[in-house]
Each structure stands twice: as structure tokens, then as C-alpha cells.
């Protein structure tokens, strides 16, 4: 059993930052990927960033310049830095990390104000 606990979410107005961290448990041997989704009301779940094992990193268009990935293998932990906040990044941010299977965090809520 794995399980992903995300926090760091929350209100914050445009230009702002927050930092999103995800943390895996359980019966994890190698986490091949570790990344981020968000779903808007409305739209689908799309992917905002990812880091595999080796250090490679992909970002959305949406995001690029803005939002920082990382990862502490050593804690199991993914990390999103997002500075410069929109109004449109408000979403649901869920973690996703890829094992031999896939496993999904609850989501965190992130808000930002005009």
C-alpha cells in the first residue's frame, strides 16, 4: 500500500508564490517518476510538471519559466515551486508518482485572486 500526502496549497493573489510538496509512504522500492497535475473546474486533468529518476524534468507550456520541480529521493518527497501565480493556475494540484503502477495523491486546492 502507497499512500501521497500533499500540502502547501491555499489562497494567495497574482504574482504570488506557494510550494506544493507531496510526500510518498508505504511499500515503495524505486519511484521511476514524480509529478504534478491540476484540474480546473470544468476541465480535464492536465500535467503541469514531472521529474523522472534520473533528474529530467518536463513543464507544461503553461508554466515554463514560472513553476520548479524537484525531488528528495531520500524522503520520497516531489516539490513544485510556483512563482508568478495567474488567476488561471487555480486548480485541484494532485501528485502522481510511477512505480510499477501509477499512484494519485487527494489533491491540494490552490487559489489565486485577481
Known amino acids: 500500500q502507497v499512500q501521497l500526502v500533499e500540502s502547501g496549497g491555499g489562497l494567495v493573489q497574482a504574482g504570488g508564490s506557494l510550494r506544493l510538496s507531496c510526500a510518498a509512504s508505504?511499500?515503495?522500492?524505486?519511484?521511476?517518476?514524480m509529478g504534478w497535475f491540476r484540474q480546473a473546474p470544468g476541465k480535464q486533468r492536465e500535467l503541469v510538471s514531472q521529474i523522472s529518476s534520473d533528474g529530467s524534468t518536463y513543464y507544461a507550456d503553461s508554466v515554463k519559466g514560472r513553476f520548479t520541480i524537484s525531488r528528495d529521493n531520500a524522503k520520497n518527497t516531489v516539490y513544485l515551486q510556483m512563482n508568478s501565480l495567474k488567476p488561471e493556475d487555480t486548480a485541484v494540484y494532485y501528485c502522481r508518482i510511477t512505480t510499477q503502477l501509477n499512484y494519485w495523491g487527494r489533491g491540494t486546492q490552490v487559489s489565486v485572486s485577481s
Open positions: 508505504g511499500r515503495i522500492f524505486s519511484i521511476n517518476v
